[in-house]
């Protein structure tokens, strides 16, 4: 089955510096990754996804890129503020087989100002 | 829409008892997935439903947990008997199928589960 690793698991940065998560997967059947961001005590919420026939994809400060040859993905968060504070998980699927989202084990990032 | 409505918001139980978990997807959503989240293992897969069929029980630790899906609005997740090492976040999340795949992948608000 599918199997997402990510890193780092903590990340630090002043308030105005950028952000990269980066995550591994090990299906090459994967067609689909979405990013969610989890605040503390809350459910998990997507913020941005990018399907397989594209490399980039950004929504504002967020952006997330794609290289399937080597089978990995990355969130890069421009411009971070206080409250992009949270826990952010990767995770890949099967997107037209309907199948469920296997998640990386998650990134704390520490927004400091 | 609600969204996905999960109960109890807290549950707390003492070492061996039966414990059950609650979850109404979002209307007209045809899948069905049960979470557990906890920092050492982060959020992982227990079991999904398509069609209130399940799918997939890889994920199930073990023979204590079991879960239902008896029709299309309710689905239960039973921990019998607890051990302390069950303590975590328990989320439920639907979505459905559309023409081209799957959308509305939503979580609840999860059930955080302590065993004593």
């Known amino acids: 089955g599918e199997n997402v690793e990510q890193h780092p698991s903590t990340l630090s940065v002043q308030e105005g510096d950028s952000a990269v998560i980066k995550c591994t997967y090990s299906d090459s059947a994967s067609n689909y990754f979405p990013w969610y961001k989890q605040e503390l005590g809350k459910r998990p919420q997507l913020i941005i996804d990018?399907?397989?026939?594209?490399g980039e994809k950004k929504d504002q400060r967020i952006a997330v890129t794609l290289n399937k040859t080597a089978k990995h993905f990355s969130l890069h968060i421009t411009e971070t503020q206080p409250e992009d504070s949270a826990v952010y998980f990767c995770a890949a699927s099967k997107w037209q087989a309907g199948t469920a989202l296997i998640f990386g084990k998650g990134t704390t990032l520490s927004v400091s100002s | 829409d609600a969204g996905v409505i999960q109960s109890p918001r807290h549950e707390v139980t003492e070492m061996g008892q039966e414990v059950t978990l609650r979850c109404k997807p979002i209307s007209g959503h045809d899948y069905l997935f049960w979470y557990r989240q906890t920092m050492m293992r982060g959020l992982e897969l227990l079991i999904y439903?398509?069609?209130?069929?399940?799918?997939?029980d890889s994920g199930m630790p073990e023979d204590r947990f079991s879960a239902k899906m008896p029709n299309a609005s309710f689905s239960t997740l039973k921990i019998q008997p607890s051990e302390p090492r069950d303590s975590a976040v328990y989320f439920c999340?639907?979505?459905?199928?559309?023409?081209?795949?799957?959308?509305?992948?939503?979580f609840g608000s999860g059930t955080r589960l302590t065993v004593v």
């Open positions: 439903f398509n069609n209130n069929v399940p799918i997939d």
């Open positions: 990018i399907r397989s026939n594209v």
């Open positions: 999340a639907s979505s459905f199928q559309t023409g081209t795949g799957q959308a509305g992948y939503t």
